[in-house]
């Protein structure tokens, strides 16, 4: 199982960057993905998770209005559309994948067995 993230930059408060997430090796479609981010100095955290199967989503209180996660199952991809960024959102965003599950319910970081390498957003 691959998980190839792109999209990260740098932007200015207010501003907006689509990240995607692109994954293979795997045929699985119902499965619940994530983004998880984390800065210099702290721990990682959940962004937003969705259950590719139901569309179903689930967002952390920081993000909520602002950011939106969505997935493509034909793709295989899973995309975090962030509007109206701030500097605390400066972190490495990762996306990562428990595979043949239906639902998000119930799992926790450490379920999350597939990961991304990262990539960066600095709002400055």
């Known amino acids: 199982v691959q998980l190839v993230e792109s999209g990260g930059g740098s932007v200015q408060a207010g501003g907006s960057l689509r990240l995607s997430c692109t994954a293979s090796?795997?045929?699985?479609?119902?499965?619940?993905m994530a983004w998880f981010r984390q800065a210099p100095g702290k721990e990682r955290e959940r962004v937003a998770r969705?259950?590719?199967?139901?569309?179903?989503?689930y967002d952390a209180d920081s993000v909520k209005g602002r950011f939106t996660v969505s997935r493509d199952n034909a793709k295989k991809a899973l995309y975090l559309q962030m509007t109206n960024l701030k500097p605390e959102d400066t972190a490495t965003y990762y996306c990562?994948?428990?595979?043949?599950?239906?639902?998000?319910?119930?799992?926790?970081?450490?379920?999350?067995?597939?990961w991304g390498q990262g990539t960066q957003v600095t709002v400055s």
């Open positions: 990562a994948a428990v595979l043949k599950s239906g639902s998000c319910g119930g799992i926790y970081m450490r379920d999350f067995l597939h």
């Open positions: 090796g795997y045929t699985y479609n119902r499965n619940c």
């Open positions: 969705i259950a590719t199967g139901s569309g179903n989503t």
